[in-house]
């Protein structure tokens, strides 16, 4: 078994129906296996999927344990060489994601590869072509000084860390993350980094494992010949808004203590920890007014 497509689940029966059908489709001369770890949906996601896509090999959980827990249960069974995270919003648009595969077998130094990720109406996401969130690339983002210098590959490169601004985005590239939402991690790191974090219920989970696969020697890297479709905040995360905004930003914490707290000064991260829950703050009283919550980034839609 070369490929394990992992897909978690939970109250999402129509757009995960959607990226099943994409998957099936379009994937039909090479050898993979689909595994749906469902966090406990009652929206008739199960017995969708049971009766519909009975190739796929389906994780009961009882309850929604997390999204990095829900994706531990089905690499822990899965047979695939590669494991590939996949979320249930999003949309396999050709076989080229084998390509990706492709990629890794022909570099062996790579622990981890990213596609293109676009939003519905065909801009790119940017998050799955990241930096290391350290203070400074932190800072910059959460400011918005990232967007002050767009065209300037100078200030691009000193403000624009978090998203590898100065990197073309057609580039193949070595980076610092990917995102979760899409993602091929060779499984035989996994005996050594260990499986998701399960700290994080939601968010940075991507973040923290690509820290770690990079700590202990292999790469990671963009390859944006292979593209698919992630629409973003319209599955579980729009169910409970607040509590996930709350997971999130938690989550960045949790992400700065592990990995940078020890090594920044007191002032530093008494400034990290201070932005981040002044945004956090901020996000609240934003969201209280908007009929669609936005946890993380706004995703475009397609009208």
Not at 109 to 121: C, S
Not at 144 to 160: A, E, M, S, T, V
């Amino acid at each position: 078994m070369k490929l394990s497509i992992i897909i978690v689940n939970y109250n999402s029966k129509k757009i995960v129906k959607e990226c099943l059908v994409s998957v099936f489709s379009n994937l039909k001369k090479s050898i993979y296996e689909v595994i749906v770890s469902d966090n406990g949906s009652t929206d008739g996601s199960i017995e969708m999927i049971k009766k519909e896509f009975a190739q796929t090999r389906l994780v009961e959980n009882k309850k929604n344990i997390g999204f990095a827990a829900a994706n531990n249960r089905a690499i822990e069974m899965s047979r695939g060489e590669y494991i590939f995270l996949l979320n249930p919003d999003t949309v396999i648009l050709d076989e080229s994601i084998f390509k990706l595969v492709e990629f890794m077998d022909d570099n062996k130094n790579i622990g981890a590869v990213g596609p293109l990720v676009v939003n519905a109406d065909g801009s790119m996401q940017k998050q799955c072509k990241r930096g290391n969130p350290d203070f400074w690339n932190s800072f910059t983002y959460y400011s918005g000084l990232w967007k002050l210098f767009p065209r300037d590959k100078k200030w691009q490169k000193i403000f624009g860390g978090y998203f590898l601004l100065d990197k073309p985005n057609d580039l193949i590239c070595e980076v610092g993350s990917l995102s979760g939402a899409a993602m091929i991690v060779r499984k035989s790191i996994i005996d050594k980094v260990g499986l998701m974090n399960e700290e994080y219920i939601m968010y940075w989970d991507d973040l923290d494992w690509c820290f770690r696969i990079k700590d202990v020697g292999w790469k990671i890297y963009y390859f944006p010949e292979s593209k698919i479709i992630h629409y973003g905040g319209v599955g579980g995360s729009q169910i409970h808004a607040f509590k996930n905004l709350w997971y999130f930003y938690h989550g960045a914490c949790v992400y700065y203590n592990h990995f940078f707290a020890q090594r920044d000064f007191f002032v530093v991260r008494f400034l990290y920890y201070a932005g981040v829950w002044t945004v956090f703050v901020l996000k609240i009283i934003v969201n209280f007014f908007r009929k669609e919550k936005i946890i993380g980034s706004q995703k475009p839609s397609s009208k």
